[in-house]
């Protein structure tokens, strides 16, 4: 059983900064892609950053220069600086990630179950 549990999340004031962690557990023969979405207050979820298994990383063109996304291989474990954050960042995170349980397994994508930021003064 995989679960991805994020941790972080709360209230901040603008221009503020918060890190978001997302730990893996359960069976895991390879972990691909990981990624943050966000999903606002009537709004669709959408990415916020991607990072590839080799370290390669994309990003929201809003959190560009603002947000840092990073992961730890050995602990499983996918990061979101967040920086200099603004009102409209406002939303519910969740993190992501594509992985295989078995050598034989199908990849799957699985999902955490999001953490609140609330940036407001």
């Known amino acids: 059983q995989v679960q991805l549990v994020e941790s972080g999340g709360g209230l901040v004031q603008p221009g503020g900064s918060l890190r978001l962690s997302c730990a893996i557990s359960?069976?895991?023969?390879?972990?691909?892609?990981m990624g943050w979405y966000r999903q606002g207050p009537g709004k669709q979820r959408e990415l916020v950053a991607g990072?590839?298994?080799?370290?390669?990383?994309n990003y929201l063109d809003f959190v560009k220069g603002r947000f840092t996304i990073s992961r730890d291989n050995a602990k499983n474990t996918v990061y979101l600086q967040m920086d200099s954050l603004k009102p409209e960042d406002t939303a519910v995170y969740y993190c992501?990630?594509?992985?295989?349980?078995?050598?034989?397994?199908?990849?799957?994508?699985?999902w955490g179950q999001g953490t609140q930021v609330t940036v407001s003064s």
């Open positions: 990072i590839t298994s080799g370290g390669s990383t």
């Open positions: 359960g069976t895991i023969f390879r972990l691909s892609a």
């Open positions: 992501n990630a594509e992985l295989r349980t078995t050598p034989w397994a199908l990849s799957r994508v699985y």
